[in-house]
């Protein structure tokens, strides 16, 4: 099973249902490796020095951020914590909107969100109701240290998470070369309208998406195979562990927090709802009896040297 992505708990006024972000594509791309074709060992990396050329280890290494061309300003490592928001375990819905008013190109990536153990009936509340309005959820999540936009909406038996784009990331078309004006001012004929609109209409159908296949990539794999038949086989990458669903315990009165949340929002119709439950944690500290010291006056043994790392082929 894979792994999930981010792990907490889907809000939307009082209700908080637990829930893992599971990647909802798979990368299928074909990737190379660079290797010395004078003996095919691959090309490792190395961070090295822009002036002097020697390799740098990673405590000597901080982030900076280049303002102007060859300056730079260096950022620690709290700077960065301080500009990341507060909120990390929670999927906060802000709005709810229809669900066809949204311009498909602020979509970008497809999550699944799976409700944790005994967190079904939030789950299914949720995905039925925005089922029934046609509408979908408008939240933020922050995944590692960067806070993202996205929407949350059914599809079929799921609630899929789908990450955003912010206005600022998209190009006004104004910058391209976009033809403006009416047929008439390219002198587009009745005919040609006409023609055009008939070869449409000959090609449309239902899209099936198990018609299109990623041919190159079915004709390099066979391309590859026939290389490793004659040349030998590429070994494999372990598989990872599974990870462990997370359980939720609590029973929730669902009509409760609806009425609640219903309520508070009717007393403050123009303001966001800024209410939001911390959810309390403990940390549970296991102690761990201390390992013996280890004997002294051992001799050392002369360091062997360590063959160059190959990093693992990557799977197509």
């Known amino acids: 099973m894979a792994r999930p992505v981010w792990s ?3 809000s939307f006024g009082l209700l908080n249902i637990p829930v893992a972000l599971m990647t909802g594509e798979r990368k299928t791309d074909i990737s190379f490796r660079m290797l010395d074709s004078r003996d095919n060992s691959p090309i490792r990396y190395e961070r090295v020095n822009a002036e002097t050329g020697e390799e740098v280890p990673w405590k000597d290494i901080v982030k900076a951020y280049e303002y102007d061309k060859g300056s730079y300003v ?14 990390h375990d929670a999927i906060d819905v802000e709005a709810f909107v229809e669900a ?18 005994k967190a079904e009936k939030g789950y299914v509340l949720l995905r039925e109701a925005l089922e029934k309005t046609g509408r979908i959820g408008i939240a933020r999540v922050v995944i590692r240290t960067r806070e993202h936009l996205c929407a949350v909406m059914p599809y079929g038996k799921a609630l899929l998470l789908l990450m955003m784009r912010y206005p600022q990331e998209l190009v006004d078309f104004d910058e391209y070369a976009i033809p403006e004006g009416a047929k008439g001012d390219y002198r587009i004929t009745a005919k040609e309208l006409a023609f055009s609109e008939q070869l449409i209409e000959t090609m449309s159908g239902e899209f099936d998406p198990k018609e299109y296949r990623d041919e190159f990539r079915e004709r390099l794999h066979k391309v590859i195979d026939d290389r490793m038949k004659a040349h030998g086989v590429v070994k494999r990458a372990p598989e990872e562990p599974e990870a462990d669903e997370g359980a939720a315990t609590n029973v929730v009165d669902f009509m409760s927090l609806l009425q609640k949340s219903i309520d508070r929002n009717k007393r403050t119709p123009a303001k966001k709802s800024a209410a939001k439950k911390a959810a309390g944690k403990q940390e549970k500290a296991a102690a761990r009896p201390a390992k013996a010291a280890k004997k002294a006056g051992a001799k050392k043994a002369p360091a062997a040297k360590k063959a160059p790392s190959r990093a693992a082929r990557k799977r197509a």
């Open 8 to 10: 907490g708990s889907l």
């Open 74 to 87: 260096v950022l620690e490592q709290e700077d960065i914590a301080s500009a990341a928001p507060e909120s």
């Open 100 to 117: 066809g008013s949204i311009d498909p190109r602020y979509f970008e990536k497809p999550y699944v969100l799976v409700p944790a153990k």
